[in-house]
């Protein structure tokens, strides 16, 4: 924190409010706004001032502008996803099971299969069509320990084909993912889903 940058606590204060708030609608879905009216918007509210949309409407227009921009964006995820798993499997490599699971050995385990009542111990990589990651026990440094019940579909079905020690590259489509309803901020409906999933043991 450099003191030079704000002239008292309040700019500190009001700057660091606008982080958090802005960081917090990203993470709920918000992808962009028209600053100057969130502005006036938070200026009217603090003024006093006679606010030019009734609260009750406010509300409504948020839920039916969220609503609209879902919708939009998931169909497109569908579409792009569609046509990234149709060209993807054209790759030899790549294996697509009968639920639409593409996979990739990347490398073979010889040891036991999970069941779908076993816990697991994994390290991953996720990634997004586009190459943002938006999870990674890799990055962390820390693998993860979960029940193979309780993970999505796609990795549910993967984890009992894996053999311990093995590394597979998964393409998971957006109906063995999260499906319409994404996943916080980065994870949006309808998203494809790229994992690189190391199985470390059967816990």
């Not at 029940?147 to 894996?162: F, N, R, T, Y």
């Amino acid at each position: 924190m450099s003191d030079n940058q704000f002239k008292d606590r309040l700019e500190e204060f009001s700057y660091s409010l606008g982080l958090t708030i802005s960081s917090n609608l990203i993470q709920s879905g918000v992808k962009n706004i028209d600053s100057l009216q969130f502005l006036s918007g938070f200026q009217d509210t603090f003024a006093g001032n006679r606010p030019k949309i009734s609260m009750d409407d406010s509300n409504q227009i948020l839920q039916e502008f969220m609503l609209a921009q879902n919708e939009e964006e998931a169909n497109k995820n569908f579409e792009d996803g569609l046509l990234f798993l149709l060209n993807n499997i054209k790759n030899e490599s790549v294996i697509e099971t009968e639920t639409g699971l593409q996979y990739k050995v990347l490398k073979e385990g010889y040891g036991n299969c999970p069941s779908i009542k076993d816990d697991v111990k994994c390290h991953y990589h996720g990634i997004l069509l586009d190459g943002t990651v938006f999870d990674s026990s890799v990055e962390r440094r820390q693998a993860a320990i979960f029940p193979v019940s309780a993970v999505i579909p796609g990795w549910s079905e993967a984890l009992q084909m894996m053999r311990v020690g093995s590394k597979w590259r998964l393409f998971i489509p957006c109906n063995l993912a999260y499906g319409d309803q994404g996943a916080g901020g980065l994870i949006s409906p309808n998203a494809t889903l790229i994992f690189d999933v190391e199985l470390l043991e059967i816990v």
